[in-house]
């Protein structure tokens, strides 16, 4: 198993049991997750409970929560929304950060397609949500996700840069 960490939190972000599409000349990812009902198992046993003098109701789990799988496996934090300003301020410092800890090759490659990167998620901003790895620290990556026209599930996207793989 691949687990994908953030390379500048080490926070835990993805894995490969989430298959990704490259975008944007390789520099995001997007990864569709699927909203899952968590703690509610219902077993059938083939009883009649009213015939039983059960209630109705019996056996149901009001403690099952719908979750986001990819949220909750990496326990992803949420963050407040970006104005354009507050996105463009995070994304000069993310370069900053980010790129003396590429390789050299990989380096000239993502200074020369961030630009196009920056401009897809910048025309999606309103419809974004942003999160951070476990640790919330403010350097990391950030995940985004959003809803494809008609899409029930999110679909996230991922600086593909800024994950290190790590075999499980």
């Known amino acids: 198993m691949l687990v994908y960490q953030d390379l500048l939190t080490g926070d835990e972000l993805l894995s490969d049991s989430f298959p990704y599409k490259e975008i944007e000349n390789g520099m995001l990812w997007e990864v569709e997750g699927k909203w899952v009902v968590q703690g509610a198992v219902n077993v059938?046993?083939?009883?009649?409970?009213?015939?039983?003098?059960?209630?109705d109701d019996e056996g149901v789990d009001d403690q099952a929560v719908k979750v986001v799988d990819i949220v909750d496996t990496f326990r992803l934090q949420e963050q407040p929304p970006f104005d354009k300003k507050q996105f463009v301020t995070y994304i000069k410092r993310y370069i900053k950060l980010l790129t003396p800890k590429l390789e050299a090759e990989?380096?000239?490659?993502?200074?020369k397609h961030i630009e196009g990167a920056t401009k897809f998620l910048?025309?999606?901003l309103k419809d974004l949500q942003f999160f951070?790895?476990?640790?919330?620290?403010d350097d990391g990556s950030l995940v985004f996700a959003y809803y494809k026209e008609g899409a029930t599930d999110p679909t996230f996207i991922y600086f593909a840069y800024g994950l290190k793989e790590i075999k499980c």
């Open 44 to 55: 059938d046993i083939g009883a009649n409970p009213s015939a039983e003098g059960g209630e």
């Open 106 to 111: 990989k380096q000239e490659l993502f200074k």
């Open 122 to 124: 910048l025309s999606k």
């Open 132 to 137: 951070v790895g476990e640790s919330m620290h």
